[in-house]
């Protein structure tokens, strides 16, 4: 009897938790004009087609010299691992680098995330960088 009683507590007890009310917007369209921004995320490969992968040192300066002068309000890393098809056909894996910017829907945001990836291209001389855009709604 007492471990029936101590399931159905512990069922009611997730059950009320359940039915708390977030008054956060769940979609960017529920989200008032003020909140409306674009979250950007930019995947960097580290690994050169031939020589040395990209040192957390290179990595660093890109960051520092190239990513945060047109992004000063804010920005996150994580490493990640990457994999994809690439032009010779073959599977590629390697060590990545996921940069997320959450910015304004503007023409200058744009050319600057433009700006990072064919400097990163052309500076470690890489196939692509992958972009990945999505409407979100910001609060602080």
Request: proline share 2%.
């Amino acid at each position: 009897m007492r471990i029936k009683t101590g399931l159905a507590v512990v069922l009611l007890a997730a059950l009320a938790t359940g039915c708390t009310t977030v008054s956060a917007p769940r979609t960017a369209a529920d989200c008032a004009a003020d909140n409306q921004m674009m979250q950007t995320t930019l995947y960097f490969g580290l690994n050169r087609p031939a020589g040395e992968a990209i040192t957390a040192a290179e990595w660093q300066s890109f960051v520092d010299g190239d990513v945060t002068p047109r992004f000063r309000d804010g920005l996150t890393v994580f490493d990640a691992r990457g994999q994809w098809l690439g032009n010779d056909g073959k599977v590629a894996r390697e060590a990545s680098k996921a940069l997320m910017l959450i910015h304004g829907k503007d023409a200058r945001s744009n050319s600057d995330i433009e700006a990072l990836r064919g400097i990163y291209k052309s500076r470690f001389a890489q196939e692509s960088v992958m972009r990945v855009d999505q409407k979100v709604c910001v609060q602080f």
